[in-house]
């Protein structure tokens, strides 16, 4: 994946982060890439009767960076003679700190393992989801004990053409970050490459109805119509994809294409379930330009309902609602 020049990979003690921390390194070596390994401490707060930044708590703090530090020097240590690694240790808030650690730095891609509480049933835990939300740079989140290479990678785009002059055009380099890092990212693993568009025939309940006396034979050809235009437009994504990736590429990758009726935040997870997805490569915020836009619903259903690696991207212009100012 050769876009990608500045990496951020974020780690917490323990097993769970080797394997980002793996795929970090990796990838930071194909590309040439400066990789920063970061650890976030929280921050102490004073207890019952104790005054703020008091004695005891600035030692709870210094000793939780410390035992930070520490964990973090034991994780990166084995792959220096790889590799150079800039390692620090950030303190407050782990999505606020990753976030303002990418605006300060410039990274263009942040990597860390999903929070996956224990007691959650869902894959990302806050953080991760406040990530997806607000980072202004493409965010990987890498399952534990996913596997080295992966075997299937499925990448979801919006080939709908009904929509604003502005927005399309917005869409449209959306979609074609998404096609770049996946085809790349099947390529140096030797994945199979799915891609997915979601449609639905606006108005086809309606015709049903009682008000517009629609024969079945005009709802079919209505439907089949839709379908017609969306198979499409996702054959034109596809086709600017080969331009981009080249034919040997393409031929080689041979990219599955799934046009599929109903909703995206239904068929999407049902499709990574049944193809047995490594990883989705979507797009997770629908407009840009407006600072603390939240991430539409769509995407966040079906972030809900995934068992994978993600990999998130967002469409030119974001811009986070996250500052360096507290």
């Given at each position: ?59 709870l703090q210094e ?152 024969s079945a034979k ?41 046009l599929l009726k ?65």
């Open positions: 994946m050769k876009r990608f020049q500045d990496i951020l990979c974020v780690v917490e003690p323990g097993e769970k982060s080797r394997d980002a921390l793996a795929r970090a390194i990796t990838l930071a070596q194909n590309n040439q890439a400066s990789l920063t390994v970061v650890v976030v401490a929280e921050i102490v707060t004073a207890g019952i009767g104790m005054p703020e930044g008091g004695a005891i708590s600035a030692d000793a939780l960076v410390s035992a930070r530090a520490q964990g973090l020097k034991d994780l990166v240590d084995p792959y220096r003679k790889r590799i150079d690694i800039e390692t620090k240790v950030l303190i407050g808030v782990p999505f606020l700190e990753i976030i303002r650690e990418v605006l300060r730095s410039g990274h263009d891609l942040v990597i860390k393992a999903p929070e996956n509480p224990d007691w959650l049933e869902r894959l990302f835990g806050s953080d991760d989801m406040h990530l997806l939300r607000k980072c202004p740079c493409p965010v990987w989140l890498i399952k534990h004990e996913a596997p080295k290479s992966y075997r299937r990678i499925l990448a979801a785009v919006d080939a709908d053409d009904d929509h604003p002059k502005a927005e399309l055009k917005t869409r449209h380099a959306l979609n074609q970050q998404i096609l770049q890092m996946a085809s790349s990212l099947a390529l140096s693993d030797f994945a199979e490459l799915h891609v997915v568009h979601v449609w639905h025939a606006v108005g086809e309940s309606a015709m049903h109805g009682a008000f517009l006396h629609a005009e709802i079919v050809a209505y439907v089949e119509q839709t379908r017609l235009k969306h198979e499409a437009s996702l054959q034109n994504v596809v086709r600017e994809m080969i331009g981009t990736a080249g034919t040997d590429a393409i031929d080689f990758l041979k990219p599955q294409s799934h109903g909703s995206a935040r239904k068929e999407i997870p049902a499709l990574a379930k049944r193809i047995d997805a490594d990883l989705i490569v979507m797009g997770t915020v629908g407009r840009t330009g407006v600072p603390g836009f939240f991430m539409g619903n769509t995407a966040e259903a079906i972030l809900d309902q995934i068992d994978c690696s993600v990999l998130a991207v967002k469409p030119p212009g974001f811009v986070t609602p996250v500052t360096l100012v507290n």
